[in-house]
């Protein structure tokens, strides 16, 4: 059931992803024929784009992590045998877990002295706390995504495939 739910949330993730890169080519679009042609640009597009790219990293990565398709270098995992393999998926998994769980917390952290500040942006006035626990919020759960990989290959319910 757990396993149903990744996959729901990854699905959920991975279109969230492509609405907010679309929303961030649509207003690049639209500020620069606005400022090249009308003469005028959109008003806080680099507010507009700073939020976006910020939260499309944050969402991109449960994804990323449940589906191991960050950036690896595998210098030495093509010679070993299953066993040591396995002991290196979980070993790297945990350690991405714990990782993830000291951003995901400092995240947190700094969102509530975001909240106590009442920080908002310059031009368009947007709350940042918002922003910076939606990123804890997502951190914590590809945290929980290495764990469920960590959990996986433990009891054989993810196939071990050497790198190439």
Do not use: W
Request: net charge neutral; glycine share 4%; hydrophobic share 50%.
């Amino acid at each position: 059931m757990l396993k149903n739910i990744f996959e729901i949330s990854n699905k959920l993730l991975l279109s969230l992803c492509v609405l907010s890169l679309t929303i961030l080519v649509l207003i690049t679009v639209i500020d620069v024929f606005g400022r090249y042609l009308l003469g005028s640009p959109l008003p806080g597009t680099t507010e507009i784009t700073e939020i976006i790219l910020g939260l499309l990293i944050y969402i991109g990565l449960p994804y990323i992590c449940r589906n191991e398709e960050h950036v690896s270098v595998s210098l030495f995992s093509n010679y070993l045998n299953k066993s040591f393999l396995k002991v290196q998926k979980v070993l790297v998994n945990l350690i991405v877990f714990i990782l993830l769980c000291i951003i995901a917390t400092q995240l947190y952290r700094h969102g509530i002295d975001l909240y106590s500040y009442n920080e908002i942006t310059t031009y368009l006035e947007i709350p940042k706390a918002p922003i910076a626990f939606s990123m804890a919020l997502l951190t914590m759960l590809a945290a929980v995504s290495t764990l469920l990989n960590c959990y996986e290959y433990l009891f054989n319910q993810k196939l071990l495939i050497k790198n190439e």
